[in-house]
């Protein structure tokens, strides 16, 4: 019993921390209701995608254009149909995975190698860091959209290389946000004891350095969520994300486009999906953001960077 | 504050080199171009005449010389649509592209300035929460739908404003409201934080505690102190409006040089690609420029360093 006590009073702090925010989120009802959405949503994505796979390619003439709210053919077409009959609402489901799939795999790659790259640079400083940062800055000077436009129109439009053009774009935030906490973390008190104790860098960027940059770089994290996701919708839009038989949501509704005036819901739901998805994550990133301790949020200020490099 | 263009200079040129390098080995990564450029049924005695004709045949490093100093001169190549040089289509099409940047950067901080500012004055207010919630909704639209939306609903429901073209005012409309739609509600949330800041700092406090106006010394004195954030973030989001840009012209059909790029990839059209992202890339570095000499002007301290 007394093992038990202490074991448990050891992970205390820890505990009380999620639990406090797990508190707040519950008092907060816009950012509840964010959180349920977007996990909702996984969900659908996840389970639902693999069960209506195949009715999502049944074609069937008969139905083409078949308008929405109405439950005639039963509750497969309650979002209608599109021009090949196909049910709106399976392809929903279908493109969810595939939007979630490149979403998720992008901000994962991207945060975890550009956090990587960020402590190593701020840690090092001298000529690995310059060369890091122009590295960083060449990525910023072309517009995204441009660099994939670019890429991909090389490359064939896969969702390997959607993700990897998308995390290559995204990689200089977290690469910024991580270098200038490292920065900050590097001078103080528990690196230098760590370093009189004889660590090596690697281990002190891993135990005592990383610890302290994970937090800020989820919160860049959840907010990165919204915009990349709108950026791959944007890329499928213009023909250079994916194509069939891969479909996102960015696919759905440039293949809607083409009967705008014919069928509207073709188009205007799988922009509704796109949008909900991006606010819900926007809210719950303004919450998190807002609810962090406030160093956090100045570090992830994006002003910060360009205000350190005008000071001398 | 010479001394710190100068060094801002050098790295933008190294950043430009390296752009360089990057449109270089794209258009290197499929081999030889000659798989993008000639028919599909071209016979091998074709690809070695294309490769010999246009010296893809000579060592790498050469070619990335030949590349630089052509680049340099400004010369991508033909562009094979449109008959003419690759840089005069990609550079010809730049004046409307930043004429849009312009004229939705302009309304996006009239708009989002006092949006910010008047959310700042009461926090966590409903009046704040309302221009919050604002803020992240446009952020969250996604811009190409948005564009489509209105169509529908403007263009061909109501059959108030234009579908495409750049005929009259009305079709600025759509355009500028796309392009603007992200930046808004990003801009808005900076200008918020950053008024937040300043209107906590002690002397704004003092200020308010002898009794000037709250408002105006919101927006005649905390504004400025305010500015850098502000014109960072705005700054950033100009030159990102290339990306609505791009957006824009497939769906408004607005000429630009979206609409080169987008027609550019329709059309296989390499060289035009590798000189477009070169001129915004240039667009992008004097934009930058422009914005630190704008911040020197907001902040006397940058200018004395």
Redesign the interface.
């Known amino acids: 019993m007394a093992v038990l006590d202490n074991a448990a009073a050891v992970p205390a702090p820890r505990g009380r921390r999620i639990g406090g925010r797990l508190g707040l989120l519950l008092r907060s009802p816009l950012a509840l209701t964010s959180a349920i959405v977007l996990i909702l949503l996984v969900l659908v994505a996840l389970v639902g995608a693999p069960l209506v796979q195949d009715f999502a390619n049944t074609q069937n003439l008969r139905l083409r254009f078949f308008p929405p709210f109405s439950l005639e053919h039963g509750p497969g077409y309650i979002l209608g149909a599109d021009a090949l009959g196909r049910s709106v609402l399976a392809q929903l489901v279908v493109g969810a995975r595939t939007s979630f799939l490149v979403a998720g795999a992008t901000v994962a790659l991207a945060s975890v190698v550009g956090m990587s790259i960020g402590m190593v640079s701020g840690y090092v400083g001298g000529i690995v860091d310059a060369v890091l940062m122009r590295l960083s800055d060449i990525i910023v000077t072309v517009p995204s959209l441009l660099l994939a436009l670019a890429v991909l129109f090389v490359l064939e439009p896969s969702v390997v290389n959607l993700v990897v053009v998308l995390a290559i774009a995204r990689l200089p935030v977290y690469l910024r946000v991580s270098r200038a906490q490292t920065l900050e973390l590097r001078e103080r008190v528990f690196v230098e004891a760590s370093r009189a104790l004889g660590a090596r860098d690697g281990a002190i960027i891993w135990r005592d350095i990383r610890p302290l940059v994970v937090p800020t770089v989820v919160t860049v994290a959840m907010l990165e969520l919204a915009s990349v996701m709108l950026a791959a919708a944007g890329l499928s839009f213009l023909g250079v994300g994916l194509q069939r038989p891969d479909v996102d949501w960015g696919t759905l509704v440039s293949e809607g486009r083409e009967y705008l005036t014919r069928a509207w819901w073709t188009t205007v739901f799988p922009g509704t999906a796109i949008l909900i998805t991006a606010l819900s994550a926007n809210l719950l990133s303004n919450w998190m953001r807002a609810s962090a301790d406030p160093l956090q949020a100045a570090a992830m200020d994006p002003a910060s960077t360009r205000e350190e490099a005008a000071r001398p | 504050m010479l001394k710190?263009l100068s060094v801002r200079l050098t790295?933008?040129l190294?950043?430009?080199l390296?752009?360089m390098v990057?449109?270089f080995f794209?258009a290197r990564?499929?081999g030889s171009p000659a798989a993008l450029y000639l028919p599909v049924d071209a016979t091998d005695e074709m690809v070695e005449a294309f490769n010999r004709q246009n010296g893809f045949d000579q060592p790498l490093l050469v070619q990335f010389g030949n590349f630089v100093g052509d680049a340099l001169r400004f010369d991508f190549g033909q562009s094979l649509a449109q008959q003419r040089p690759a840089a005069v289509a990609a550079l010809s099409a730049m004046p409307q592209t930043v004429l849009l940047a312009f004229v939705a950067m302009s309304l996006t901080l009239l708009v989002a300035i006092p949006l910010g500012t008047f959310a700042a004055l009461k926090p966590n207010s409903p009046r704040d929460s309302a221009i919050?919630m604002f803020s992240?909704?446009t952020?969250?639209?996604?811009?190409?739908?948005?564009a489509?939306?209105c169509?529908?609903v403007f263009s061909?429901n109501l059959g108030l404003l234009p579908t495409s073209g750049q005929a009259s005012l009305l079709s600025w409309v759509l355009p500028v409201a796309t392009v603007m739609l992200h930046p808004v509600g990003v801009i808005t949330q900076?200008v918020r934080?950053?008024m937040l800041d300043t209107l906590n700092a002690g002397y704004v406090q003092n200020a308010r505690a002898r009794g000037y106006s709250w408002r105006r010394l919101a927006f005649r004195h905390a504004l400025r102190n305010a500015a850098?954030?502000i014109i960072?973030?705005a700054g950033?989001r100009a030159?990102?409006m290339?990306?609505g840009a791009?957006?824009v012209s497939?769906v408004f059909a607005w000429p630009g040089i979206g609409q080169v790029?987008?027609d550019a990839?329709?059309n296989r059209d390499?060289a035009v690609?590798?000189a477009?992202?070169f001129v915004?890339?240039i667009a992008?570095?004097l934009l930058n420029i422009l914005v630190?000499l704008i911040?020197a002007a907001a902040d006397p301290r940058?200018r004395i360093?």
């Open positions: 710190f790295t933008s190294v950043a430009l390296g752009v990057i449109v794209l990564l499929t919050t992240l909704f952020a969250s639209i996604p811009d190409f739908w948005f489509l939306v169509v529908l061909v900076v934080g950053a850098l954030p960072t973030v950033d030159g990102g290339v990306n791009v957006i497939a790029l987008v990839v329709y390499f690609i590798q477009g992202v915004v890339g992008i570095i630190d911040y940058i360093s």
